[in-house]
DNA sequence: CCAAAAGTGTTTTAATTACACCCATGA
DNA sequence: TCATGGGTGTAATTAAAACACTTTTGG
């Protein structure tokens, strides 16, 4: 049995992008510490948990998000720590967060990561059996547990950031094969609004390293559109090192 | 007597502009864990320390910097954590460190904060005796203690990337009156790399929060350059919560 | 043939880059 | 009068933004 570090934990975004809905949502657990009518999202908490003395930090921030969901092969990004000593708002989150845990625990200070993965192919698991991991939109996310919210407005920054000045992190959304209006709705989706679509297609034909692959799409009640598919070698060979301003 | 946390701890990477030697350097403290002679940079740290129990850790790098340096006022922006295990590379540095707090230590998992200063303006004490607080050049930095030189490179590729993303921060750099060749001369120690002086004035002209204040240099053995000062009021008009892009 | 989404260019405006000479001062 | 750093403008290129119609398919 592995020590826990009572006051180092890790806390998981995981950003979520639903291409049904076209919404950007993310993973969160429900436990049942306040009473469910009239509680708002106080219940709702990223998965996240003490870390092991000794264990290295993105060991870490990996085994805890798989152990709770059961993701894995996903690229998780340390962007900030938590310190803040009342960071646990009620007596009642402290008395659960002890009872979880099995140790007292005073102020915990939590290393936040995020991750950005597409809801249809990465399929949490339910590993919890009193809590309910579930997916929300980022619209209703409001007064999550802790400083649960404050979390979640660093890591929408993060993300936007990273996605316009370090646009390869967009292409874990997408399958092998997209078109390029997939492309511009995971854009348009995570930045939160539109983009003209030939000056979009302008900058991806600019960058070079989206190409197309000659096969059309199949079944689709319209004009069928061309696939293209990440050409990691051009990417590479473009972008040594620096930054790309995409969008 | 406060109570530290052995497994948490904060370091201050202090950047210091030179603007005799127009050059950026770090403040370090040298210790003498290893001989002197043939250790390289072995024996110099930044400055940091263990946080204390329920300490928010914002004031707690507050507090140790100007524990360990004097200083005050300076803005500290947290950067990133780090936590490997294998931090600490040497038995010395352990046992250094044990002494040194007089508690057992394992993994410390440290909160990496960055300032900006002035040398002629913020000039640190030296507050502890038997190690030599100085500045050295980040060209003379490699190989420093822990993993102090890979914190380094994160905390300068930071700062650099903030300084182009959101440029107010060049202004703690500056006295009240400057020149413009002052602020150029600024950006180029820091970015490394030289800019042209009429596109740069370009900028500042349209970024239009440096305003002239009809002075001129005086008792330079050449034409005096003008004088100019921040507008905080027009930067924040113009600067509502969005970072401007100004190099 | 209709609905639905795909695909395609041009024009205007703004931003970026490259580049060289005269000016004001103190020594 | 000379050495030193201060100060200025233009032309060429590249990037950004705005904008609407035709095409292909399945139903």
Redesign the pocket.
Known sequence: MHKLNPSLSVDCVIFGLDTNEQSLKILVYEREIFPIEGSGNKNLKFPGSLVIEDEDLDESAYRILNELTGLKNVYLKQFSAFGKPDRIKFDEEREWSEKHYGIKINRVVTIAYYALIRIDKHNPEQKQIKDKLRWINIDNASNLAFDHSHILSVALETLRRDLIFQSAISLELLPKKF???HLQSLYEIILGNKL????F???IA?AGYIVPIGE?Q?????????LYRFDKRKFNKNNEGIAT?FI
């Not at 003209?196 to 000056?199: A, E, G, L, P, T």
């Not at 199949?218 to 061309?226: D, F, S």
């Open positions: 078109t390029l209006n003209d679509k030939r000056n297609r302008k900058k600019k059309k199949t079944g689709v009640a319209h004009k069928p559109a061309m301003f």
